[in-house]
């Protein structure tokens, strides 16, 4: 499974791909926080905090994330290697994991980078170190989560076809509906009860909830349940190809 894993990675890095998502999530979450004018703009808001990039990134990440996985196993089938894939000494879950895994690897990297965005602010903060540590770290940790989902969904998706382009579109109508579909759902109820029982099914009352700086077992119950299930569904779909 490592050498499939290190296969993957490099393959992200052998071309443009890897370098183009780290680029592009970068430049946009920049051009918000700091160049375009508005709410938005850390400086223009005069506030100490990076509550901008935890709302901009999950949409980034919505067409970055599908853009990554959408050759996963598409890319495989449509180039007849899938076969040659399964004839390996490794599981099905074993496969599934380390094109995952990768994936997530890819967007750790992107990530890593923000934290320059988080001395920037701490360090522009009057008095200097006037930002909530709490809620950055526990938006962090929601934002890597996020990320996690979006990759299992992206993965499924690519499993169930050999065209990448209809893989993509698939992966984004699902991370939307999964992130704010079950929000807008929500609004079409008028009891309380049942808005929060749909809103709990969604992703961002949980990310929400991470990013108060509390990381709460049950939140991450719900992401690493939502993994589960979408590479769970990504075998069962692989084993009838």
């Known amino acids: ?115 320059i965005y988080y001395l920037t602010v701490y360090f522009l903060g009057n008095p200097v170190g006037n930002i909530d540590n709490g809620a950055f770290w526990g938006s962090f940790i929601g934002l890597f989560l996020l990320a996690s989902i979006y990759v299992s969904i992206g993965i499924f998706t690519s499993s169930i076809t050999d065209n990448q382009v209809i893989a993509f579109i698939l992966a984004i109508i699902l991370c939307f509906l999964l992130y704010s579909g079950f929000n807008l759902i929500s609004s079409l109820f008028y009891n309380v009860n049942t808005q929060n029982f749909i809103l709990l099914i969604g992703i961002d009352e949980h990310y929400k909830s991470v990013s108060r700086g509390v990381i709460d077992s049950r939140d991450v119950i719900y992401f690493l349940s939502v993994i589960y299930l979408f590479l769970f569904l990504t075998k069962l779909s692989i084993k009838k190809s």
């Open 1 to 115: 499974m490592i050498s499939l894993l290190k296969k993957e990675i490099n393959t992200f890095f052998s071309s443009i791909t890897g370098y183009l998502v780290i680029i592009i999530f970068l430049l946009l979450n920049s051009l918000f926080l700091w160049i375009f004018p508005g709410e938005l703009n850390i400086l223009d808001s005069g506030y100490a905090n990076l509550d901008t990039l935890f709302y901009i990134a999950p949409w980034v990440f919505l067409f970055l994330i599908p853009a990554i996985t959408m050759k996963s196993f598409a890319e495989e089938k449509k180039t007849g290697t899938f076969e040659l894939l399964l004839t390996r000494p490794l599981s099905y879950y074993e496969i599934i994991t380390a094109k995952y895994f990768a994936a997530v690897i890819l967007c750790i990297i992107s990530l890593i980078p923000t934290i």
